[in-house]
C-alpha cells in the first residue's frame, strides 16, 4: 500500500527502511523519502514504525531486524 504519494513510497519502504535501522520518521525520511515533503503522512509512517518495531523479537531492538533489510540507498544519494 502506499504510504506516501509525493516520493510513492509504500508501507514495505518504511518497513525495510525500520529493519534497516531507522526508529524516527525523520530518519526513515532520510532513507526512503516517505515523510520527507507535505508531511501528511508522518502518522502513518509513525504507526508503522511502533507496529516494525513491536513485531521484533523481545530484546531485540533494531539489531535483529538488520538481516531483513533489502539494500537501501538514502533519497538524493544515487
Known amino acids: 500500500m502506499y504510504v506516501c504519494l509525493c516520493v510513492g513510497a509504500t508501507n514495505q519502504m518504511v518497513s525495510d527502511a525500520v529493519a534497516a535501522g531507522a526508529s524516527t520518521s525523520k530518519e526513515v525520511a532520510a532513507m526512503c523519502g516517505a515523510g520527507g515533503d507535505?508531511?501528511?503522512?508522518r502518522c502513518t509512517v509513525r504507526g508503522i514504525i511502533e507496529a516494525t518495531l513491536a513485531a521484533a523479537p523481545s530484546?531485540?531492538?533494531?539489531?535483529?531486524?538488520?538481516h531483513l533489510a533489502l539494500e537501501i540507498t538514502p533519497v538524493g544519494s544515487r
Do not use: H, K, P, W
Request: hydrophobic content about 15%; overall charge positive.
Open 38 to 41: 507535505c508531511g501528511r503522512c
Open 59 to 66: 530484546g531485540s531492538a533494531n539489531g535483529s531486524l538488520r
